[in-house]
Nanobody, 127 residues
Framework: QVQLVESGGGSVQAGGSLKLSCTIS????????VGWFRQAPGKEREFVAA???????????DYPDSVKGRFTIAGDNAKNTVYLQMNSLNPEDTAVYYC?????????????????WGQGTQVTVSS
């Protein structure tokens, strides 16, 4: 069993920054991918970013008003933690942010491919 625990959420004003952490424990190999997703009130869960544990493969959401260029995903293998650095936040980024893991090194935005999920952390951005 794999456990993921998110932390680092909170309230911030528009233009501010937050850094989320996802700490992974349990029976897990190094050949995994960790992704970040978010779900705003009344909306479906959407992909934000993902990376292979090795850091070789990194993938960011590529939809309109994308997080690309504002958010950065990075990992610290020694701490079993994957981070999501979020800069230039705006109210549209308000959501519950989840991290999730899947086997294999190939990143994917499809949340159905992920096996384990954290409980989520709330991010609120005020204007």
């Amino acid at each position: 069993q794999v456990q993921l625990v998110e932390s680092g959420g909170g309230s911030v004003q528009a233009g501010g920054s937050l850094k989320l952490s996802c700490t992974i424990s349990g029976r897990t190999s190094r050949r995994i991918t960790v992704g970040w997703f978010r779900q705003a009130p009344g909306k479906e869960r959407e992909f934000v970013a993902a990376m292979s544990w090795s850091g070789v493969y990194v993938y960011y959401a590529d939809y309109p008003d994308s997080v690309k260029g504002r958010f950065t995903i990075a990992g610290d293998n020694a701490k079993n933690t994957v981070y999501l650095q979020m800069n230039s936040l705006n109210p549209e980024d308000t959501a519950v942010y989840y991290c999730a893991s899947k086997g294999g090194m190939q990143s994917t935005p499809d949340d159905r491919e992920y096996d384990y999920w954290g409980q989520g952390t709330q991010v609120t951005v005020s204007s």
